[in-house]
């Protein structure tokens, strides 16, 4: 990676962090929970990462494994996480 | 690059930055999270059409296990354990993160021999240090909060210096694996230092505190998607990545704020060990007044408003259905009845609600403590039921409480106050609660579940 894309990529994490900053300030108590669970699904992103490191053609290959165990782990993370928080979510009612 | 793939990761961050709006409020909460997921999807999808045909296989059988264990988790957890879940998936989080940013580097320099660059080595490192530190962490939280280890805070001598030692050799080894990509021993090690380092982290941490613990964790979950994402010139892992970054953080400083410690103090660990010492020597001792079922029963027959105070101790007896009871017949006999919820009720961030919310009661009666804590002085009655620390008024009187500063709610400026406990023990902080032996203050001692379900028939019959 060249320094430009480096720079591109530092200009994106600091704006998307402001952005969260901004975001999750107006959640109220209340939600908090869904919040953290639902944003932990999000951190699953690494999943996509996880896909691409599986796409070795060679069962020998270290990292093959180890992107199949990622894979595994993030689609628990994302999958669980987005089932939970919907859970949850449903039990929210106003009588 | 192919075009339409980084359109599709474009859209997947925006629906990820529209599903946590959306999250913001209770109306919409159900619908952003399903949009995120929608994002989520896609950005899946995306990634699955550029690999090849025959690794399709490999890819689909693991996605096949992760979403079935996924779901078999995310329908059969109880709310109680919520924490305890969440905490668990960090830690998956976190270490797929490292993995997948180990696996890169290994292909690269081991298996293609190629040379990386620095930033991508850097990037690499961050990774291994923040995902490692999650995994494990995770998991030391997830075990102390269901009690497969002491929930105490853990200590030892010279515990923060090796904590010192290890994060400095973690930067010393990524420092060396920048000099000799072609051996991998030293990303190695710095894996083994930063999983260690995790589990030295989390363990002297005391359960009261693990509120902020999981919201730090989360919010690493999320930086090791950052790292893992400039690693692989990824946007979409930085984009979301850095969302939930944020709202760690953010969680993360609202829990310290509601227990008035500061982040460094948490970390530091120990909290709620020295309090019990100090015990011994404290003060005069305190006279209770004892109300039976009966006599409570009347006491609620006769007021016009109502303040319940739930604790954690309420969901650990199981009472919160006992309790949407209790406020149920309490609105039919015309009492205005509110629930004041603590920032730390709970085990995590906003917990207290999702139990509440479980047991079906209206989440437009549980009102925040800023909002409702003025109201205690014109209410005649409050009904605290397992909580303990968060209604202390020596966190306000007594400046040599170790709970001295941390906001609590007001129920003392009540009429009357009736405590819900099985018995005189302390709360998590391990002090005397002066509450308990004031004026307007009645114990009710016993059970929550059953002694709210007895009250309960009391008042039907009255």
């Not at chain 2, 002066?434 to 009255?462: P, R």
């Amino acid at each position: 990676m060249g320094p430009e894309s480096f720079i591109i990529l530092l200009y994106i994490l600091v704006l998307a962090s402001y952005l969260g900053f901004e975001l999750i300030n107006k959640v109220p108590p209340t939600l908090h929970t869904p919040l953290m669970s639902g944003s932990n699904a999000i951190s699953g992103i690494t999943i996509v990462g996880a896909i691409v490191a599986c796409d070795v053609l060679d069962y020998g290959s270290i990292s093959k494994w180890l992107g199949m165990i990622a894979l595994v782990l993030a689609t628990i993370n994302v999958v669980g996480g987005y089932a939970v928080t919907d859970r949850m979510l449903k039990m929210f009612k106003k009588k | 690059m192919n075009i339409f793939i980084q359109i599709a990761y474009l859209v997947a961050s925006v629906l990820f930055i529209l599903g946590i709006k959306m999250l913001g409020k209770t109306k919409t909460a159900r619908k952003g999270n399903i949009l995120s997921s929608v994002g989520m999807f896609i950005a899946i999808l995306a990634t699955v059409v550029q690999v090849e045909m025959i690794s399709l296989t490999d890819i689909l059988i693991c996605v096949v296990i992760g979403s079935a264990i996924g779901l078999l988790v995310a329908f059969k957890v109880e709310m109680t354990k919520i924490p305890e879940m969440v905490a668990l998936f960090n830690g998956f989080g976190g270490i797929s993160s490292l993995a997948v940013a180990m696996a890169d580097f290994w292909l690269n320099t081991q298996e293609k021999s190629l040379v990386v660059d620095n930033i991508t080595a850097v990037s690499v490192a961050v990774s291994i240090l923040i995902g490692g530190i999650t995994f494990t962490g995770s998991m030391v939280a997830f075990l102390k909060l269901n009690g497969k280890i002491s929930g105490r805070a853990i200590t030892f001598k010279g515990q923060h210096l090796i904590n010192l030692v290890l994060l400095i050799g973690a930067i010393g080894l990524s420092a060396v694996a920048l000099g000799d990509f072609s051996n991998a021993d030293y990303m190695i090690a710095l894996a083994v230092v930063s999983l260690l380092l995790g589990i030295l982290v989390v363990i002297p941490i005391g359960g009261a505190d693990m509120p902020v613990v999981i919201s730090l964790l989360n919010s690493y979950s999320g930086m090791a998607a950052c790292a893992t994402g400039f690693v692989l010139n990824n946007n979409v892992l930085i984009v979301a990545g850095a969302l939930v970054g944020a709202s760690g953080i953010i969680l993360t400083q609202i829990m310290c704020k509601a227990m008035n410690r500061s982040l460094i103090n948490v970390l530091l660990g120990g909290f709620g060990q020295t309090a019990t010492n100090v015990d011994g020597q404290e003060g005069p001792q305190i006279t209770v007044k004892e109300v039976g079922l009966e006599e409570a029963a009347q006491i609620f027959d006769s007021v016009s408003s109502l303040i319940i105070v739930p604790g954690y101790g309420m969901a650990v007896a199981q009472a919160q259905h006992a309790v949407r009871e209790l406020s149920e017949i309490c609105e039919k006999k015309g009492i205005l009845v509110r629930f004041a919820i603590h920032p730390v009720a709970g085990r995590m961030p906003g917990h207290m609600n999702v139990l509440l919310a479980e047991s079906n009661i209206s989440y437009d009666k549980l009102i925040e403590m800023d909002e409702i804590n003025d109201d205690f002085g014109n209410t005649d009655l409050v009904f605290v039921v397992g909580a303990n620390d968060v209604v202390n008024p020596a966190a306000k009187t007594n400046p040599s409480s170790p709970i001295f500063g941390m906001p609590v709610l007001n129920v003392e400026k009540a009429r009357t106050v009736i405590v819900s406990k099985r018995s005189m023990g302390k709360g998590y902080a391990g002090i005397e609660n002066e509450l308990f032996g004031a004026d307007n203050c009645l114990m009710l001692f016993g059970d929550a579940k059953q002694t709210i379900t007895k009250l309960v028939g009391e008042l039907k019959e009255l």
